[in-house]
């Protein structure tokens, strides 16, 4: 099913915002070492603090000899349910919804949709995914609980590196920049029979009065074939009441994952 695998990542990856109104925030080299404890702290006493994000985003999607670019809205009622409506010239293309307990999406390119647990996307991601993940991606927060496990801290390439230190079938690296410890880059590889590796760049960042979230985010994934999706921004709105409309259409031959 490596269809399940590009869109999962193209969901994943297009979960992300930017507005124009706001600059873009400075960023520093990071000097000299800091204390783990210090870099977990400060990464997560950035701001997150809202209620619902209405994201507008547009962005290229790249595998093999296949490109195009998308444009998606991702509403999101924080801790509860993030919709992603995928579109094309105008056109909605794929619907996903994600709640703590529930992964579904449809793509009308391929006439298939999935509805399931998180159980079968975890394991083609190579990571075990969960909603919470999923919307630390669109937030820029580190992937996995910083505050959970064991770290070894570094610098390299003039930011601060964290290195897991657990005995994992995962690999974990997490790089962040000198000043306010956003993160700039995550990677997760796994060996085994197909090795897989799931890297997710932040470019930059803006400051909003609520939160400091991504402008500019690239994800690459690798099983077998390389996916690449590279992201744009368009609008954050803040607080809105939102709604959540989600119909898989009829006709559509669902996808079942063992």
């Not at 695998?5 to 706001?22: P, R």
């Not at 520093?28 to 204390?35: I, L, S, V």
């Not at 601060?160 to 790089?175: C, G, N, Y």
């Not at 939160?211 to 690449?228: F, K, S, T, Y």
Request: glycine letters at 6%; proline letters at 2%; one cysteine or more.
């Amino acid at each position: 099913m490596k269809k399940l695998l590009v869109i999962t990542l193209a969901v994943l990856s297009l979960t992300s915002c930017k507005t124009a109104q706001k600059a873009l925030m400075s960023e520093d080299k990071a000097a000299e070492q800091k204390a783990v404890k210090e870099i977990v702290d400060g990464h997560y006493s950035n701001a997150k603090d809202f209620k619902t994000l209405l994201i507008k985003a547009s962005g290229h999607y790249k595998k093999g000899s296949t490109s195009f670019n998308a444009n998606a809205e991702i509403r999101v009622k924080k801790d509860e349910i993030i919709l992603v409506s995928v579109r094309v010239l105008g056109i909605t293309v794929a619907k996903a919804i994600i709640t703590p307990t529930r992964v579904s999406y449809y793509a009308k390119t391929t006439n298939e949709y999935f509805d399931g647990n998180y159980a079968a996307l975890s394991k083609w991601l190579g990571n075990d995914l969960d909603y919470t993940k999923v919307q630390n991606i669109l937030l820029g927060n580190a992937l996995y609980d910083l505050n959970k496990g064991n770290y070894i801290g570094s610098l390299e390439d003039g930011m601060h590196k964290l290195q897991s230190a657990d005995r994992s079938a995962i690999s974990k690296l997490f790089f962040f920049e000198g000043s306010k410890f956003l993160l700039k880059k995550e990677t997760f590889k796994t060996s085994g029979n197909i090795p897989q590796s799931l890297d997710i760049q932040y470019a930059s960042y803006k400051e909003y009065p609520k939160a400091v979230l991504p402008a500019v985010i690239n994800i690459e994934g690798e099983q077998q074939e390389r996916i690449n999706v590279d992201i744009e921004y368009n609008t954050v709105t803040f607080d809105e009441n939102l709604t959540f409309p989600y119909e898989v259409p009829e006709g559509m031959e669902q996808i079942f994952i063992d």
